[in-house]
């Protein structure tokens, strides 16, 4: 979702992205990635259609968080898996992001989460077996590696979550 150039999709082997920018998508269908033009909060695909779906980032631009996820469990499979990972607002890059004098487009037009507020709206819509990892645990300009994650978040500036769809809808 969010797949904006497709440059990263590309490279973790995305074929399919949703990206609400025209503008985007031509840039990543030149990519060969297959487009399809939309936003999260109405997803154009059919009830239980994927077993994963992956937004890396794209949650701090969703107009409606809670509409979005609840998108994602009606199109999930059973049993499918939602990736997410963000930019921790409580994270010293997203503190960094969010200070005044450090506006840019990009954090101007940013909703940051932050680790502690995701797992709440995953599991009021229904996901279970949550499991959180962080990494980036450096300033940008002082990563001289990508180290290996950890459990849990509270140190790094990137958090991963993974939860699933229940086998078995319970009442949602």
């Not at 259609?49 to 701090?60: C, M, N």
């Not at 503190?95 to 909703?111: H, T």
């Not at 932050?114 to 229904?126: K, N, R």
Request: charged share 25%.
């Amino acid at each position: 979702m969010g797949t904006s150039t497709g440059r990263f999709a590309s490279a973790l082997g995305v074929d399919l992205g949703l990206e609400p920018s025209q503008a985007m998508a031509m840039l990543a269908k030149q990519r060969r990635l297959e487009i399809v033009l939309g936003v999260a909060e109405f997803l154009p695909f059919k009830r239980e259609h994927f077993d994963l779906i992956l937004i890396v980032t794209a949650l701090a631009f969703f107009e409606n968080l809670s509409k979005a996820l609840r998108e994602v469990f009606r199109v999930l499979k059973p049993g499918g898996q939602i990736l997410t990972g963000i930019l921790d607002r409580n994270s010293p890059q997203g503190c960094y992001l969010k200070s005044e004098n450090k506006k840019g487009r990009f954090s101007s037009e940013a909703n940051f989460l932050s680790a502690v507020e995701l797992p709440t709206y995953l599991l009021e819509i229904g996901f279970e077996n949550l499991e959180v990892c962080q990494t980036l645990f450096r300033q940008p300009e002082k990563i001289e590696n990508v180290g290996l994650p950890e459990e849990g978040h509270g140190k790094g500036n990137f958090v991963v979550f993974s939860a699933r769809k229940p086998l078995q809808e319970h009442g949602n």
